[in-house]
């Protein structure tokens, strides 16, 4: 029987010998799968947590899936309100998988090990396999993040506040869509405005210096 913290130790050790993640190396301090390269991060996060089944506690492990682009994060770090190694650190899009349209993937190891055991990791490493890997090869561009993001903020908003983020997809839309960058820039100026008015706590910290950031991404 291991403890909990034995237990996550196992899982990674088995999730390094993954074909999919063997150019990934395991940052512990982000609890995360890391690949860096051309010009990107990305990331595969472990969220464990003590959770508990019929046999009593469990390693409970809630994975998801981010991305950083490196030009993105180094340009715009000056302008982040906080700690520049938060933002150095922070994800530009990030992603939970779901087994339905409501639910996220929440799995339990049982520290007694079985069946049960082998059928979550089997769990574990069918999500890694398909839907992280299907992740990353969507995102593996500035291009294509545009493409499948970016450019469908105007039907579909997939950021939460008025903060740093509506400038980063400024930025990515400035580098991979100039005339794109025209439009959505109007569109942003007028969604954080709005949510400034609002008393909107991000928005309130970045919509007074909309225009020097928005200036600044211009002339990059």
């Known amino acids: 029987m291991n403890t909990i913290k034995e237990e996550k ?48 506690f469990a390693l409970e492990i809630k994975p998801y899936f ?38 996220q ?40 993040f545009y493409k499948q993001v970016t450019k469908n903020i105007f039907d579909f908003i997939p950021f939460g506040g008025g903060g740093i983020w509506i400038f980063e997809q400024l930025l990515v839309s400035k580098l991979a869509d100039v005339e794109g960058f025209k439009k959505l820039e109007p569109f942003l100026h007028d969604y954080q405005k709005k949510l400034f008015d609002e008393k909107e706590p991000n928005a309130e910290i970045y919509y007074p210096k909309y225009n020097e950031i928005v200036n600044f991404i211009k002339e990059l």
């Open 9 to 56: 130790k196992r899982i990674i050790e088995r999730l390094e010998n993954l074909k999919v993640l063997e150019e990934f190396k395991y940052v512990k301090s982000k609890s995360a799968f890391v690949l860096k390269g051309n010009g990107l991060s990305k990331r595969l996060y472990l969220e464990c947590y003590v959770g508990a089944d019929e046999d009593g």
């Open 66 to 103: 981010g991305i950083q682009f490196v030009k993105v994060q180094k340009s715009l770090s000056r302008f982040y309100h906080g700690a520049k190694s938060d933002y150095n650190s922070r994800d530009n899009y990030f992603v939970f998988p779901k087994y339905d349209t409501e639910h």
């Open 105 to 144: 993937y929440n799995i339990l190891f049982s520290k007694y090990g079985g069946d049960t055991y082998e059928s979550s990791f089997t769990e574990l490493e069918n999500i890694i396999t398909k839907q992280a890997i299907t992740f990353f090869n969507t995102f593996d561009s500035i291009e294509n």
